[in-house]
């Protein structure tokens, strides 16, 4: 048994993660609690810094050192390290962000809520980037995926977000992740532009100020690039009872769950009804949406927000099917019979 | 003997060399123009007098002067 | 103009190896150049080249790496010191040194400064302080003095709204965090030889390990000041010594640590 937060802080460490910087906000304290802890015990640092903007600098500074490193935060917290985000992503630099969602705009609050999916999967910062945005919808992939975004984030040289919320966070379920591998066992790769002093070779630079003529433009489309590889090779999604669906519910993260009650209700009623949910929501899985909706001719999106993935579902399908929408933003959660009504309703 | 090596297209004729040379070898040459467009700073020492003492070499933002001694 | 003497006289000084040979981006008289003549200087005479990282501030600093053969990572505006940390964290048996302007390290990265400073990390943090906002065009930065006119100040600076001029060496003096404080200038060459010393001084520290280093260099800006590089360094004499005062402000003798 275990709890989500302590999950990814775990995947982590599995990961090889070695370097954690953070600042405390609600609902994710138990990541940087827990590594402050475990950090020490595998010849690993903590810190906690004076800020969110600094932390997410001072992941900058070890990743272009060659570290694997992370930081979490929440809402107002993920905001203030945009900035060091889209550096990241300027200077071509992976770092891997845990983000445990907490209700806004504002201060708003601290109960689970997906409106954060705009933020995540838009880039976030300024720039013309994205970040690699993995949706845990249990505590087994709180684990997993935090594994999988230090890969990704390594093999793409791009920041990536573990987006969970308060609900993931503090749920306790088994989890399987067997021991915890030595340093020298975990595969990583190697990381030869990073910055470990001129040693027998040429002075690196890391950086992302592009000044020449035409420079920036280069290195937009070169950025562009390695999304489209991305979307190509390590886009994830999971399709459950969608072979015999009339209608395909489009939900991710713990909403999803509350959504597979739902489902399960509307299945006993004899409604034919399946669910598509992302797993990266960037990459979208836009083939995927696109494909099921072929053969089904109404789609309902669900989130625990006003509608923020209902532009990627739409775009998706490509007017192929009908899309519906249905949400609980502010911390209201979808019960299981709110689901079945509304399935009922557009079915 | 010392005298001083001016890389003159390294200059940029800020003058902080003339200021800082006690014994006035340094001069502007105004009819000269260097590939920054800068009229650079000349070395004038007929009468060997330059001690060597780097003053102008520490004092130049531009690192266009050697020292010999 | 030269002529070679016979006993074939022996180069005195010249460039030091660090520095690449390329001629500097920075306007005339600038003191920049004097400080990353001192920074590879220092870096020679320890002979840790293939082992310094360098961390560029943003302002006319960031091109630190187009100057100084050695790795360098560029920071967000301000967040020197928390890259810094971050590296030195990663690689402690490296140099590192962050290369700031006044706007940089005294406006939007304060806080990333004291705190680095504070926790004693074992970096090198040099301050160019010009009393002014440089790339971005002059304007007014806080360390502009009381009265000085830029394009953000164009009535001259006034303590009533606008603050006064921030002692950054005597502010991180006070943190128990700091190894070695010092505040040098560029101005003359008995002040050029002080701050080779200085920023000697602050790279031996970190490579014995004794803590956070810092050396605040006042600076001439002759552009952005609007007088020629005689009359700036003169500016620095009458104007910025009297209010910021050089010297070592503190200097530890033993390793915070111990």
């Given at each position: ?22 600042y ?12 402050s ?12 810094a ?11 500074g070890a ?7 992370m ?25 891997v ?6 209700i ?47 890969d ?15 609900i ?8 399987e ?9 975990i ?56 072979e015999?669906?009339?209608l ?36 979208f ?12 001719n ?7 927000n ?11 399908v ?30 | ?5 001016i ?8 003058g ?32 060997g007098?330059c ?12 690192c266009?002067?050697?020292?010999y001694? | 103009m030269?002529t ?27 003191n ?26 943003v ?71 010009n ?32 603050g ?48 956070f280093?810092?050396v ?28 910021f ?8 003798t ?5």
């Open positions: 048994m275990m709890k989500g937060a302590e999950a990814i802080a775990e995947g982590a460490i599995h990961a090889g993660c070695r370097f954690y910087f953070g405390p906000i609600t609902p994710q304290n138990d990541i940087p609690e827990y590594l802890r475990e950090l020490p015990k595998v010849g690993g640092t903590f810190l906690q004076e800020s969110e903007v600094a932390s997410i600098n001072m992941l900058l990743s272009a050192a060659g570290a694997r490193v930081t979490s935060s929440s809402g107002p917290g993920i905001s203030l390290k945009q900035e060091g985000i889209s550096y990241l992503a300027g200077s071509e630099l992976p770092g962000i845990a983000y445990v969602s907490r806004g705009p504002g201060l708003g609050g601290i109960a689970a809520t997906q409106g954060d999916y705009k933020q995540v999967t838009a880039g976030g910062g300024h720039g013309d980037y994205y970040t690699i945005a993995l949706a845990p919808s249990s505590v087994q992939e709180m684990f997993s995926l935090t594994k999988l975004a230090f990704l984030s390594d093999k793409y040289r791009n920041p990536a977000i573990v987006l969970a919320d308060a993931l966070g503090q749920m306790k379920e088994p989890v992740i067997g021991e915890r591998p030595a340093l020298e066992d595969e990583m790769p190697e990381k030869p532009w990073a910055l470990t002093g001129a040693e027998g070779r040429d002075a690196q630079l890391v950086k992302s100020l592009f000044l020449g003529d035409g420079e920036m433009e280069v290195q937009n489309w070169k950025l562009y690039d390695k999304y489209e590889k991305l979307k190509k090779e390590d886009t994830y999604y999971e399709e459950l009872q969608l015999d669906a009339r395909m519910i489009v939900s991710f993260g713990s909403c999803s769950r509350m959504v597979l009650s739902g489902i399960e209700m509307a299945r006993a009623e004899g409604l034919k009804v399946g669910l598509l949910r992302p797993i990266s929501i960037y990459p899985p836009e083939e995927a949406v696109r494909k099921a909706s072929e053969a089904i109404k789609v309902l999106v669900i989130e625990m006003t509608g923020q993935m209902v532009k990627d579902v739409k775009v998706s490509d007017r192929a099917a009908d899309v519906h929408f249905y949400g609980r933003p502010g911390g209201g959660l979808p019960t299981p019979d709110d689901i079945l009504a509304e399935i009922k309703k557009v079915y | 003997m010392a005298y001083v090596k890389n003159k297209d390294r200059c940029k004729g800020c902080l060399c003339i200021q800082n040379c006690k014994l006035a070898l340094l001069v502007i040459v105004e009819d000269e123009l260097n590939v920054l467009g800068y009229h650079p700073v000349g070395f004038v020492d007929g009468e007098e001690k060597g003492c780097k003053f102008c070499a520490e004092t130049c933002p531009d266009a002067i050697e020292v001694k | 030269t070679e003497a016979k006993d074939k006289p022996k180069k005195v000084y010249g460039r030091p190896e660090s520095l690449k040979d390329v001629g500097f981006h920075f306007c005339p008289g600038c920049h150049g004097n400080v990353h003549k001192m920074v590879a200087e220092a870096i020679d005479e320890f002979g840790v080249r293939e082992k310094t990282i360098g961390v560029a501030g302002g006319c600093g960031v091109f630190l790496y187009n100057y100084i053969d050695i790795d360098v990572l560029e920071a967000p505006h301000g967040r020197a010191c928390a890259e810094a940390t971050g590296v030195s964290r990663v690689h402690p048996d490296h140099v590192v040194f962050t290369y700031q302007g006044d706007g940089d390290l005294a406006a939007i990265g304060i806080a990333e400064t004291i705190h680095a400073a504070n926790r004693g990390e074992h970096i090198t943090v040099l301050f160019v302080n009393t002014v906002y440089g790339m971005t065009g002059g304007q007014m930065a806080p360390t502009t003095l009381l009265g000085q006119k830029t394009t953000t100040s164009p009535y001259g600076r006034e303590f009533m709204g606008e006064y001029p921030i002692k950054m060496a005597e502010m991180l003096a006070t943190l128990e965090g700091t190894a070695f404080v010092a505040r040098v200038a560029c101005n003359t060459p008995k002040n050029i030889m002080a701050a080779k010393r200085a920023i000697k001084k602050a790279f031996k520290m970190q490579i014995d390990k004794m803590g280093t810092f605040e260099i006042l600076s001439a800006c002759p552009t952005n000041w609007g007088m020629d590089a005689v009359t700036a360094n003169k500016r620095v004499e009458e104007e910025m010594i009297p209010y005062p050089l010297g070592i402000l503190k200097e530890r033993t390793a915070d640590y111990l």
